[in-house]
């Protein structure tokens, strides 16, 4: 099983920044593509930036300029640097991974989704 946990989610101030983790544990062989997702009330889910293993990134265009994106591969570890936030940045953040695992059934690959973490932008 892999499981993915995201941290660093929480209160700030427009303007402000905040820093959100994703740690990947579990059976895996690698990490493929990594992305953040988010999910504010009343809305769809929706890409906030992605990352491959090769380092080769891609942002909404909301948050270009503003986010930055960026993994640990061995330690299957992805972040979400988030500056300048504004109030419409409000929303349930996810960890998404795209992870090649090797069990007794052979090598398969599937995504997994963290449970996610809050963040407030809000004076």
């Known amino acids: 099983q892999v499981q993915l946990v995201e941290s660093g989610g929480g209160l700030v101030q427009p303007g402000g920044s905040l820093r959100l983790s994703c740690a990947a544990s579990?059976?895996?062989?690698?990490?493929?593509?990594m992305a953040w997702y988010r999910q504010a009330p009343g809305n769809q889910r929706e890409l906030v930036a992605s990352?491959?293993?090769?380092?080769?990134?891609n942002y909404a265009d909301s948050v270009k300029g503003r986010f930055t994106i960026s993994r640990v591969s061995a330690e299957n570890t992805v972040y979400l640097q988030m500056n300048a936030l504004k109030p419409e940045d409000t929303a349930v953040y996810y960890c998404?991974?795209?992870?090649?695992?090797?069990?007794?059934?052979?090598?398969?690959?599937?995504?997994?989704w963290g449970r996610g973490t809050q963040v407030t932008v809000s004076s």
């Open positions: 998404n991974a795209d992870i090649t695992s090797a069990g007794s059934d052979g090598i398969f690959r599937k995504p997994y």
């Open positions: 990352i491959t293993n090769g380092g080769d990134t």
């Open positions: 579990g059976s895996i062989f690698r990490t493929n593509i």
